[in-house]
Structures are given as C-alpha cells and as structure tokens.
C-alpha cells in the first residue's frame, strides 16, 4: 500500500471519532426540541454518551487485537459502528437514543485500537510521531467539514440523517479495509489471551513512567478539548449570538488544528517529541491566560476570544501526536494492549473533564477559560514528575 494511502485510510478511521461527535453539533438543538428535553443542557449528553463508550471497552479490545490481530477487530468494529448509526435514526425515545450512541462509541473504541496498534506495528518514535501527524491532519479534516455536512444534512432532509450518515461512512471504510488492508501484526508476536497474559501487558504498561506520565498529562489537557466540543454550540449561539455561522467558526478552528498537526509532521524528526510538545504545552497556558484576563477584565469581545482560541486549540495539534509516540515508544511488544490503556485512560479522563466543565456553562466563557488555564497548569506539572523536573530535552528514548 502507498504511504498516502495509508495515511488516508488510518486518517478515515481515526476520523469515525471525530465524525461521530462533530457532524450532529449542528442538531443538538433540534434532537433535544424533538425527544422535549427539558434542560439545554442535557443535549450534550448525545455527545458524552458517545465518548464514555469510546472509553472502557478499549482495555478489553487491546488484548483481542494482540491475540487475534488488527484486521478482524477492526472490521467487526465496523459492522457495529454502521448498526448503530442506522438504528439511531430510529431510536424511539431520548433514553434509548443515548444507548445507542453509547455502544456506537463502544464500537468506535475497536477501531481506534486497532489502527493505533496498525501504526506503532510500522514505527516508533518520531517516525511514528511523524506518521501520526500526517494522520491526525487528515483526519482533522473531518471537523472542519463535518458540522457544514450536518447542516447541509438537516437542509436537503431530516435531521436522522446525521445519524445516517455515520453507517453509510463505515461501509464504505470495510470495503476499503477488506481489500486493501494486510495483516501488520507478525504470527509469532500474537499473545494468548489468557488472565496472566493480560495482567502481564496492563503491567508492562502501567509499570513505565515515561508511559503513565504523557497517557495522563494528555488526558487532562485534553478535557479542554471535550469541554470546548460539548458546550461550543452554546459558546457561539448564546454567548455571541453568531449561531448561524458556527460552522463556518468551528471550521477555522480545526483548520489551524490540522495545519499545526501538518507542521508538526514536518519539524517533529528534526526537533523531537520532547521539545516541541513542553513549548506547546506552555504557550498553550499563557493563551489561556491571556484569553482569561481579556474577557474577564475587559469584556467578551468575540473577535478577541476567538483570534486566541484559535490559537490556543492548535496547540492541540502539536501535543496530541508527541505525547501519543512519547507514551507508546517503548510498548512495540503489546502494542495492541498499549493502545488500548492509553485510550482508555486518556478518553475516560478527557471526557469526564471535559464533561464538567461544559456542564459548568453559565452563559459566559469565563469557566471554560479557567478550565483551560487550570487544567493546561495541572498537565504541565504531570510533565515535570514524568521528565524528572527537567523540559525541553533534545534526546528521545528515556527510561
């Protein structure tokens, strides 16, 4: 397979995620209005829904995928990512609607397992960093055009169809997986599936600081990121009152994002992982900080909270690579088990961050600032007990 081809089709199943989640944000409202939910609030949970089940079945998946190998768990995962966007169309109740997307994140998770466990069976380190760059500005293209796609959904037909959409995304993705897509994980590299097998895996995981310290310093940086998806249709409808263009501002948002994880792909083999992640993850809080002063003091200008938000959410893209390849560098072994903690701790983590500081939502931008600010401080200290007080080192593969 060409590398731009694998890099699209890792891209496009990384990109399930973020279709799942962004395409809807248009229909919130309207999925609420229909279901006659009675706090505005509680749309959210159609998202969140779908993050909690992207985040513990990952820690059953990792051990599938290195007994079984990538491709039957990803392809299985397909299957019931494309029943579930289907059966939502049709979901009869708010209740059961959430179900749905609850075991559609769950079907999600396989398949972020196994193109995780894909990527780092073909590379390690910066390469591997490199490789996700590539993927993750791919993909990044999916914010960018998924809330448009979600209104030009609910203009053209009805509002179900943003569900819909998601099953028809995955059948396309098996057929291209079923006939382009080889088996990466070696015959003599697959791990019997058994209680000290996978108690061995999880340890060798949970045992290496490098590891555990970049898995949490992601999760907490990036429940900014969920707070900011949960609550960004109130941000810009009820806050500004540029609901009607939120699309359009979403979209120049992820834009930067996929040009900084663009850029990254290009300068992280020169800089290293270390070097650029630890600048990113400072200038990340002084926008934060800046973004805070300005609304609080000042007032809430949008054109000033969004000129640095847009800032800020793309240094999103030169951490989320970095601290991945930074975390998985030294689990090629169980790469598939690997995968699975790190998505599991940083997914569940992230989300449940990210879940109350959009529930904090008062009307005003002024909890979301401090959850950036507050959240990208705790991050950084994570950083400093993992590199033993030291930033910005030049050298890759600390122990």
Not at 139 to 151: E, K, S, W
Not at 185 to 211: A, K, M, W, Y
């Amino acid at each position: 397979m060409p590398r731009w081809e694998f890099v699209a089709m890792m891209a496009s199943i990384f990109g399930l995620q973020a279709l799942g989640i962004d395409v809807m944000l248009p229909a919130l409202e309207i999925v609420g209005d229909y279901y006659a939910i009675e706090n505005p609030n509680d749309q959210q949970l159609i998202i969140f829904a779908f993050i909690l089940g992207f985040g513990f079945p990952q820690l059953i998946f990792g051990p599938i995928s290195d007994r079984f190998g990538r491709k039957l768990l990803l392809q299985l995962s397909l299957i019931g990512y494309l029943i579930t966007g289907f059966l939502c169309m049709i979901a009869p109740s708010f209740g059961s609607l959430l179900f749905l997307r609850l075991l559609q994140g769950v079907c999600c998770a396989g398949t972020r397992v196994s193109a995780g466990a894909i990527i780092r069976d073909l590379s390690k380190g910066r390469a591997m960093a490199s490789i996700l760059s590539l993927v993750y500005t791919v993909f990044m293209i999916v914010p960018i055009i998924a809330p448009a796609l979600g209104t030009a959904i609910m203009a053209v037909t009805d509002w179900r169809w943003v569900f819909g959409v998601l099953g028809v995304f995955s059948a396309i993705l098996f057929i291209w997986t079923q006939f382009r897509l080889p088996m990466t994980l070696d015959p003599e590299d697959r791990r019997e599936i058994s209680f000290g097998n996978i108690i061995n895996g999880f340890s060798q995981v949970l045992s290496h600081r490098i590891t555990v310290g970049y898995m949490l310093a992601s999760g907490i940086i990036f429940g900014c990121l969920f707070a900011f998806i949960g609550a960004s249709e109130q941000v810009f409808d009820e806050v500004f009152g540029r609901g009607d263009k939120f699309y359009l501002y979403f979209a120049g948002i992820a834009g930067l994002l996929a040009v900084m994880n663009y850029s990254n792909s290009r300068v992280v083999e020169r800089f290293g992982m270390r070097r650029i992640s630890h600048i990113v993850v400072l200038t990340f809080i002084a926008l934060s900080a800046i973004n805070l002063i300005y609304m609080q003091f000042i007032g809430q200008n949008f054109w000033v909270f969004y000129v640095l938000f847009v800032l800020t959410f793309g240094c999103f893209g030169m951490m989320g690579a970095n601290f991945s390849s930074l975390a998985l560098e030294y689990m090629g072994k169980v790469a598939g088990t690997a995968n699975a903690v790190y998505g599991f701790v940083t997914m569940t983590l992230s989300s449940f961050l990210g879940f109350l500081v959009a529930r904090s939502f008062d009307g005003t931008v002024r909890p979301l600032l401090i959850a950036y600010v507050l959240l990208g401080v705790s991050s950084l200290l994570v950083i400093l007990w993992t590199e033993c007080g030291k930033l910005f080192a030049v050298g890759e593969g600390k122990t």
